[in-house]
């Protein structure tokens, strides 16, 4: 059973920097493709960022240019480097492990990000 655990959320001013964190257990996290997903209060989950296995990157447009999403396969970890962020970004960030080739998908529980002055 796969288990991912985000880290790295708080409250930030407008403006800052956070850093998420993912962790996945087990071994398939090499043969996965990784993204980071956000629910805002009120709206439906939206796609952030993604990697994929050979690492290639995309963004959704309203971070592109802010976020940087990038992965450690040594240590079956993933990241979600957040600049210049803004009220808007509030939500709680979920991190997602696509398996390949079967294509299941597993989530973390979230962790919060809060943007406020």
């Known amino acids: 059973q796969v288990q991912l655990v985000e880290s790295g959320g708080g409250l930030v001013q407008p403006g800052g920097s956070l850093r998420l964190s993912c962790a996945a257990s087990?071994?398939?996290?090499?043969?996965?493709?990784m993204a980071w997903y956000r629910q805002a209060p009120g709206k439906q989950r939206e796609w952030v960022a993604r990697?994929?296995?050979?690492?290639?990157?995309n963004y959704a447009d309203s971070v592109k240019g802010r976020f940087t999403i990038s992965r450690d396969n040594s240590k079956n970890m993933v990241y979600l480097q957040m600049t210049s962020l803004k009220p808007e970004d509030t939500a709680i960030y979920y991190c997602?492990?696509?398996?390949?080739?079967?294509?299941?998908?597993?989530w973390g529980q979230g962790t919060q990000v809060t943007v406020s002055a």
């Open positions: 087990g071994t398939i996290f090499r043969i996965s493709n």
């Open positions: 997602l492990l696509n398996r390949l080739p079967a294509n299941e998908n597993y």
């Open positions: 990697i994929t296995v050979g690492a290639i990157v």
